[in-house]
């Protein structure tokens, strides 16, 4: 069992930052990938961003150039910076692992073998 919590959700105005954070715990030693996926009001969750043990990382086109994956393995920390921020980004943020899926496989999945409740990011004047 892996455990996954979010955290550094919150408002800011458009053009602005925030950096996500996750915390694993737990059988983490058996990972292959993490993920960043968003659910926007009014639309289906999707892949953000994944990232491989062995630092591989993959983004939605919607983000490239804009967010950064990446992860802290002597911490077990899985980070999501986020710069210049837009209202279309705003939505709930989910971390998520999976034991076998790659960083592309993880942008595009639909589902991973685990996931946080989520955090809360708003982007508003």
């Known amino acids: 069992q892996v455990d996954l919590v979010e955290s550094g959700g919150g408002s800011v105005q458009p053009g602005g930052s925030l950096r996500l954070s996750c915390k694993a715990s737990g059988y983490t030693e058996y990972l292959h990938s993490m993920g960043w996926f968003r659910q926007l009001p009014g639309k289906e969750r999707e892949g953000v961003a994944g990232i491989d043990s062995d630092g591989g990382t993959s983004y939605a086109d919607s983000v490239k150039g804009r967010f950064t994956i990446s992860k802290d393995n002597a911490r077990n920390i899985l980070y999501l910076q986020m710069n210049s921020l837009q209202p279309e980004d705003t939505g709930m943020y989910f971390c998520?692992?999976?034991?076998?899926?790659?960083?592309?496989?993880?942008?595009?999945?639909?589902?991973?073998?685990?996931w946080g409740k989520g955090t809360l990011v708003t982007i508003a004047s």
């Open positions: 998520a692992a999976d034991l076998g899926q790659n960083p592309q496989q993880v942008v595009n999945a639909v589902s991973m073998d685990y």
